[in-house]
């Protein structure tokens, strides 16, 4: 795998009751890249996350994923394979758990918002550092230090002033950005976000845009979205799912005109922006 490959993904299946959600899909994924997975509903992208993130096993292919650090290469593993239950002449390999995956380095954030009401936003953050902890075998007093922690993730999603509100007087774009500050502060190599953006206003969209860009380069991220003007505003390389295979990559613009891309939504609500609705 080349150095700046993060995740490497290939041949994945996943079938439900014979059917099959992930069919052969293989995906390749940068060091510090930020990608934008489309497609319509029923593509297959959170599917896709699920897998990676360990909540599902695949039926066959390989998710590898990258754990080298330069500055301890020697005594580490460069690449632990995330495999799915391959059945391969009866027998049946065993694949990683979720927290196991969290200690690889993956983050992810799902389509609802998972944060405790009643809590401060510093305190949830606080209780996903110590979760954090607790998979990668840490006992950190809950000192300084741990306090920093807590504050550098809530100031990269600006919620540095909203530290000791309750989650539940957030606004839904700001619940986004707390979960957002507690994968941070898990501080993984690559984030997944499946429609981070759904029911922001279009100033929160923004803000979260920003918040992507800031991001890439010191993370990997994968961020599903249906909302064509978000993609192409905020993203570099755009995936297109359909149908549980990549139908295309590339640039928004190439994406729009590809007349295959154009196909699969045609007649369908969400049509990407600047295709024929
Ligand atoms: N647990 C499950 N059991 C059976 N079928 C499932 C299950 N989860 C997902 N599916 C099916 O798999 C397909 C892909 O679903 P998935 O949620 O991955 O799509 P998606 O691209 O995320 O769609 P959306 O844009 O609507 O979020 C759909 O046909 C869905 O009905
Ligand atoms: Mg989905």
């Not at 799915?84 to 918002?113: N, S, W, Y």
């Not at 936003?121 to 209780?127: D, L, M, S, Y």
């Not at 993730?153 to 909203?162: D, K, N, Q, S, T």
């Not at 993370?219 to 799912?241: G, K, N, P, Y």
Request: one cysteine or more; glycine letters at 10%.
């Amino acid at each position: 795998m080349p150095t700046d490959t993060l995740l490497r993904i290939e041949d994945l299946v996943v079938a439900f009751d014979g059917f099959r959600v992930l069919d052969d899909l293989s995906l390749t994924l940068a060091r510090g890249e930020l990608r934008f997975l489309i497609g319509p509903n029923g593509a297959g992208k959170t599917t896709l996350m699920d897998v990676i993130s360990g909540k599902i096993r695949a039926d066959s292919g390989k998710v590898m994923f990258d754990l080298s650090h330069p500055e301890d290469a020697v005594s580490r593993p460069t690449q632990v394979d995330i495999e799915g239950e391959i059945r391969f002449e009866g027998h049946e390999l065993t694949r990683m758990r979720e927290d196991q995956i969290v200690k690889a380095g993956i983050g992810r954030k799902f389509q609802t918002p998972s944060v405790f009401g009643s809590l401060t936003c510093f305190n949830n953050v606080e209780v996903a550092a110590g979760f954090r902890d607790r998979v990668l075998g840490f006992f950190l007093p809950l000192g300084r230090a741990r306090k920093e922690q807590v504050m550098s993730a809530l100031e990269r999603v600006g919620l540095e002033g909203r530290r000791d509100v309750p989650a539940s007087a957030l606004s839904h774009g700001e619940r986004q950005w707390l979960e957002i500050a507690m994968l941070l502060v898990q501080d993984p190599k690559l984030l997944l976000l499946d429609e981070p953006v759904a029911g922001m206003t279009t100033r929160e969209r923004e803000r979260t845009g920003e918040l992507l860009h800031a991001l890439e380069g010191s993370h990997s991220i994968v961020v599903t979205e249906h909302d064509m003007d978000f993609v192409r505003q905020f993203s570099r390389t755009v995936t297109v799912l359909h149908m549980g295979r990549v139908l295309a990559e590339g640039r928004v613009e190439a994406i729009q005109s590809d007349p295959r891309v154009q196909e699969v939504y045609t007649g369908r609500h969400k049509t990407p922006a600047g295709a024929p609705a």
